[in-house]
């Protein structure tokens, strides 16, 4: 059994370089489908989700590669507080019921990646030996 757990603590950055891409193709997603209507139509734009649009892709970009993830995950987790609370909040205290339960996922998941970092397959740790 301490073998197993050993393996799985060896594993453990890979893991984390994983969740910092996926989680970010996922939320590349919402940027590209505010201002391409792709993977399908988007929101009606007002100037504020301009903003957000921009933010998520420009932001989703850096993390997938993993350059300066720890400024651009405490911004994205900053974004998605900001999100939840003027646009999901107001509707209903249970982010299940007002829609916000992405919004709170991809906060806490950000914010664990602000303390972690960007794991070995990144371009802080190949280029700005960051950890």
Request: hydrophobic fraction near 55%; glycine fraction near 10%; proline fraction near 5%.
């Amino acid at each position: 059994m301490a073998s197993l757990y050993a393996n799985l603590e060896k594993a453990s950055p890979y893991i984390l370089s994983i969740l910092r891409i996926v989680a970010a193709l996922l939320f590349l997603q919402h940027g590209l489908q505010k201002y391409f209507g792709f993977p399908s139509a988007g929101p009606a734009m007002t100037p504020l989700l301009y903003v957000q649009g921009a933010i998520e892709i420009v932001g989703a970009i850096l993390l997938v590669i993993g350059a300066y993830t720890r400024v651009v995950a405490f911004v994205l987790a900053g974004d998605m507080a900001v999100a939840y609370f003027m646009a999901h909040f107001p509707r209903s205290f249970f982010p299940a019921v007002n829609g916000g339960d992405a919004a709170v996922l991809y906060c806490f998941v950000f914010l664990y990646i602000l303390f972690a970092g960007g794991g070995p397959w990144s371009v802080d740790r190949a280029v700005l030996k960051q950890r």
